[in-house]
């Protein structure tokens, strides 16, 4: 698809836009950003407030897109000015994502794909569950006849996140707390609900679609949550059946067999979602963060230590005791005792009743992977 937005030079956009051009002056020798359809985003300098920000220009009507993103807050770009100009060019002035804002395609590409690294998935679960937060807004309140659009091109290049993780003690989570870190770009071909739909992306589209449905935009980030967790794309005959979602995660596993059997659930949850209106953005949101937010953090704690620092089962009792140093600074304990060890015991209790570890029926060694 050509874009002739793209091919427009800074003289060009001074003639058609005169008005953007009296205040913001563009920066660098090209547009920034991977490459859209339907527009091109350059850098500029805003004269008047001495700030940097993004400049959209396209030969399509921006209006749609603009209150959009006005009408949904907190997972859209924020839009700041909005300029016509001449032989129907328009122009939008929006927030600039700079690093530590990346998209996932560029966090991607520059990730280290490690075996069994299983914060990398508790990660992935932040950064999704923000996607979804977006979605909902996107997609409007339920039962409403409103108001409810379909993004129509989810995918890695139009989700930008806070790439700012920090340690944070006595959890597994990492991104920032009470701040927004997800962004949703490009929402120039987002249409309402039911109206034809021929755009998008085909890597991540869903390929049987005909008319726009809120869970064709789910379907797409189930596919983009795959890639994130594994560094590579998926086709989508892996999306038609649990068994190929699962072999498909199996290539760069947690290494925790209760943590990949999550993944797998919520990509197969966003894959029926194309078909299955009660999945919503809404629903997924609640379910995961009952299964992973909501969850007491020293269990996640516990399965990271055994993840990291064994490559070998062990006793209850031989577990208990090699957990103790790792675990407490969650608990403020200084010294060991029995009365301490016999808690960690009823830990891993409770973490193999929900099914969380492993156990081998002969020697009684727990795991956290087959």
């Known amino acids: 698809m050509t874009n002739p937005a793209r091919k427009l030079r800074k003289s060009d956009i001074k003639g058609l836009l005169p008005e953007l051009i009296q205040r913001f002056t563009l920066l660098g020798k090209a547009p920034i950003g991977e490459r859209s359809g339907f527009g091109a985003v350059w850098e500029a300098h805003d004269s008047w407030l001495d700030r940097k920000v993004a400049v959209k220009i396209s030969h399509t009507d921006l209006r749609e897109e603009i209150v959009l993103c006005r009408d949904i807050e907190g997972q859209t770009v924020r839009i700041f000015d909005y300029y016509r100009g001449e032989e129907g060019w328009n122009a939008y002035v929006m927030e600039l994502l700079e690093v530590p804002w990346i998209t996932l395609s560029t966090f991607i590409k520059r990730h280290t794909y490690k075996p069994n690294d299983l914060q ?27 108001g409810r659009y379909v993004h129509a091109d989810i995918k890695p290049a139009n989700l930008f996140f806070l790439c700012r993780p920090k340690k944070h003690l006595n959890t597994v989570f990492r991104m920032p707390a009470h701040e927004e870190m997800l962004r949703i770009i490009d929402l120039g071909i987002s249409i309402p609900r039911g109206e034809l739909n021929f755009s998008g992306t085909p890597a991540y589209d869903y390929p049987k679609k005909l008319e726009a449905r809120l869970g064709h935009d789910l379907y797409s980030l189930g596919i983009t949550f795959l890639e994130l967790l594994t560094g590579e794309c998926p086709d989508h005959t892996v999306m038609e059946h649990k068994a190929r979602i699962r072999g498909f995660v199996a290539r760069q596993s947690s290494g925790s067999h209760f943590i990949d059997e999550l993944a797998i659930d919520l990509a197969c949850q966003c894959a029926r979602a194309a078909t299955q209106t009660r999945i919503t953005a809404r629903s997924l949101a609640i379910a995961l963060d009952a299964q992973a937010f909501d969850v007491n953090p020293l269990y996640w704690l516990t399965l990271r230590a055994i993840n990291k620092t064994l490559s070998h089962g062990m006793t209850k009792a031989e577990l208990a005791d090699h957990l103790f140093p790792i675990l407490a600074p969650y608990y403020g304990w200084l010294n060991r005792s029995v009365g301490r060890i016999e808690q960690l015991k009823g830990l891993l209790t409770n973490m193999y009743e929900q099914q969380m570890l492993l156990r081998d029926g002969f020697s009684h060694r727990y795991f956290v992977r087959q």
């Open 120 to 146: 990398h998935y508790f990660d992935c679960f932040e950064i999704v569950y923000e996607a979804l937060l977006g979605l909902a807004d996107i997609h409007g309140r339920p039962y409403s006849r409103q």
